[in-house]
């Protein structure tokens, strides 16, 4: 909490001057100035404190001092690219890959999940010679063209009629809840994965071939959506009879989040291992830093192309020596045992909520990572958008920091850092309660 | 120097293991293991002091205190996304924005060069609404997909004969020694940008228009090619009555490198301002950040297609706190008035050497941004490949790191950190010179 510092109008003064106007900002005609965090904690300028829902980006926690020194201290030894030798970047992916099924034994150090997922995208097209790629409704993979390309959560903003990419292939969003088999359907996980298939008999008819399915262990921006158990099997199995590759997007749901398991994609069964599994936010706790793990033949495959792979600042020894304390600190402080505690208290909390707010129409979580979907109507499923922006905003009132997403952005977004409590959750359900009881109230005053 | 650590050849084994074979090493039949650097040197596991003359990324200095200072500080404080406001962010804008035209006024931080020129082209296209765009023989742009496709320095590289994209135009190099048009053509602004224009009137017969020109402002892996003065001025109006952009990719040569200027293009002139200006590597001396640079029209249009930009770790509070202190330290050290006389000492040592060893071709450079051509034979320019191998390989056994590039890859390459000191190009000059007045005997062992 610095005592010096520019107005906060001045601040946002020069934000516009000078910051691209297409970065939004949270609470755009009131945002908030945020100066510090600690832990589940941030505070503004006033000294006013925030719990945090929502930076699942500062994973083991804001300013985690064991990883704030390890950064520190590494910065004023070396700081340089993977063309020099240097064990922190052996023994970071040596750590990495003992979380993995044994097969994913190669990395690639890149600096965002932008980057890790176009260079999963080159993977599977160098490896497999086909082109095509399959994505999931509503998915959203990252900011450079590539992934706008398979990305249906951005292209669909254009408010210029983009065109789709001949070579993207959208499938329906295993959503049992919203999407097209929900759960009265006898076998989703088939249903949904029957859809792939048939995407791919109709890419083969036109004479196109699959490179990769692509898609996010869970869907996040898309809506908190979990995909039924065997669904990712089928998938692997139709993708690979295609000579195609599974790319298990792990970005924002990897590290021990889902509580039960490290990864996301293994909440699928061990008979599921994907091809290629890229990795990004909560990696570094907020450095900038990110990873690509393949098997053995699809590296070799990449490399065969006489093409070197060469990224200025990925694996570097600063951002290696800050993995390396994320993961001590994730298993030191047993975080992903945490993650399992508290997001099965908050989702049973919130699961009594619903009993009493016709709103809330699904309670969806894996550990720290749970969506509320808000509706008007329980049978049809009118999506209430506007009374989730209300929950946000008020909630904002009350010094807590949570988000709205899905297509719909009327899923209300848990993704705190992990080091969120029991007594976090309590409040924030309280909260949340307390305002649902007032919502018409408020709302007709809008 | 740290005294723990695995053995070296554990490195090498583990680093074969986990990660990706595409991913080359330096001198890779003996790789250097470097465990710290300070200043323009660096140091292996025994101590062993190398000289950097490669590392431009270690811009201000390996290991800056005050850059670490400043990275370490805020750590330790706040490191969060830019949907908070935020001190940092708006000053270092600001800051940026000083040193450049006027015009050039709204930025987006990204976390590396790639992502920067993936961004500049996405600007460019949404700016424009044209596709198309053209490039320089042997340019680098970036790994993302999105930039092989414009980078022929990458996409020549592919064993399978890889089809150039229809939208990607390849212009020559403005390379005056080598190129279409050399020192003895009377304009070679002039000739080199009429192949521009001769392009764009082809694409225009083909019924394409033209999104944007990119060009890094001197090319750098291209051979430390310097275009003629007078060439981006007239590349920059033809591109503008077709209705495309000119971007300048400044990742390897910005931030005073070119001792004269703080910005490379601006050796063109004052009457040259590109529409959008790219930045890397040095920005954040090794920290991942980076940025785009453009004007208030182009980010208004870019903001007008409705799709939000967002960057998970982009213009974070640290990398902001970073940007800032290396802008600090290249005013409080003189960094850019000492590549200017350290650049200009060693160029004129080198032209010495010229004159008394046929294998130097030409000498070119801008302040600490050198290249030394080596051909067999001055009237054919016949590239001498293996020679420039050996002589960098010596230089590694002097202790001495350098690297050569080009399309050749026999030009010797200078791009020390900026503290770089006229001693130091006195010992490398003279080493290479012992070693070229050597060359034939060892060669002969070869």
Redesign the interface.
Known sequence: M?AE??E?KK??D??K??????????FSHD???????KGQY?YDENGQRYLDCI?N??HVG??H?D??KA??EQ?????????????N???Y??RL?ATLPEKL????FV?????AN??A??LAWQYTGNKDVITLENAYHG????L?DISPY?FH????AAEQNLFVHVAPSPDVYRGKYRVDHPDTATAYADEVKDIIDNVHKKGRKIAAFIAESLQSCGGQVIPPVGYFQQVAEHVHKAGGVFIADEVQVGFGRVGSRFWAFQLQGDDFVPDIVTM??PIG?????SCVVTTREV??A???????????????P??CAIGLAVLDVIEKEDLQGNALRVGQHLTNLLGKLKERHSLIGDIRGCGLFVGVELVKDRVKLTPATAEAQEVIYRLKEQHILLSADGPHRNVLKFKPPLCFTAQDADLVVEKIDLILTGTLVFMSRA
Chains 1, 2 share one sequence.
């Open positions: 610095s510092g520019l906060k601040t946002i020069l934000r001057k000078h910051i691209g106007p297409s970065c939004k900002i949270f945002p908030i100035k945020i100066v510090q965090a941030m930076n980006v500062a804001h300013c001092p990883v704030v950064g520190a910065m004023g030894f070396l700081n340089t690219n993977t063309r020099f030798l240097h064990d970047l052996v023994l992916a040596q890959q034994s190669v990395c690639y600096n965002s999940g932008s980057e176009d260079l995208l080159r900011h450079v063209s590539s706008i951005k903003q254009l408010s210029a990004g936010k706790n907020g450095h900038p830093m590296a070799e990449f490399m065969a192309s006489g093409m070197e792979y060469f990224n200025t600042f990925g694996g570097n600063v951002s």
